[in-house]
C-alpha cells in the first residue's frame, strides 16, 4: 500500500512560516500602538499636573509675575503640540495595526484552504484504502468459496 503523500506540503510548510511571520508582524504593530497609547496618556498626565500646579500658583491672594506666566503659556503651547503630534503617531499606528490585522487574516484564510485541501485529500486517500482492501477481502473470499467447492 502507498503511503499519504500530500503533493502541496510545500507550500503548506511555507504558508505557515508566512502565518508565523504575520503573527509577529500584528504583535509588534499591536505593542507600538499600546506604546503610543501610553505615551499619549504621560503627556496628557504631564500637561495636568502643571496646570493644576499654575492653579495653585494663581490662586486667589497669590501673585504671580509676566515672566512666569509666558513661561507657563509656552510650557502649554509645546506640551499640546507634543499631544497634538503623539495622536497622530497613536492614529499611525492604529492604521499600522489594521493593515497587520488584514494581512494575518488573509493568509490565514489561505492556510485553512489549503488544510482543508489536505484533509480532503487523506479522507480520498483513506477511502481508496478501504476500497482496496475490500477488494482484496472480496478475492480471498470468493478463492475460499471457489476452492471449498
Keep these: 500500500m502507498k503511503k499519504f503523500r500530500f503533493q502541496l506540503e510545500t507550500l503548506l510548510r511555507v504558508t505557515k512560516r508566512k502565518k ?47 515672566g512666569q506666566i509666558v513661561m507657563y503659556n509656552d510650557y502649554f503651547n509645546w506640551k499640546r503640540m ?12 492604529q492604521g499600522d495595526k489594521q493593515k497587520r490585522l488584514k494581512e494575518l487574516m488573509e493568509v490565514m484564510s489561505y492556510l485553512k484552504s489549503i488544510e482543508q485541501l489536505k484533509e480532503k485529500r487523506f479522507r480520498e486517500y483513506k477511502e481508496e484504502l478501504m476500497y482496496e482492501e475490500q477488494k482484496m477481502l472480496d478475492e480471498i473470499g470468493l478463492q475460499l468459496y471457489t476452492r471449498k467447492n
Design 20 to 66: 508565523d511571520d504575520a503573527e509577529l508582524r500584528f504583535a509588534e504593530a499591536s505593542r507600538k500602538l499600546e506604546e503610543a497609547l501610553q505615551r499619549q496618556d504621560e503627556l496628557n498626565n504631564e500637561l495636568k499636573s502643571v496646570q493644576l500646579e499654575y492653579e495653585q500658583m494663581t490662586g486667589v491672594g497669590k501673585s504671580i509675575n509676566v
Design 82 to 93: 507634543q499631544i497634538a503630534n503623539q495622536k497622530q503617531v497613536v492614529l499611525m499606528a
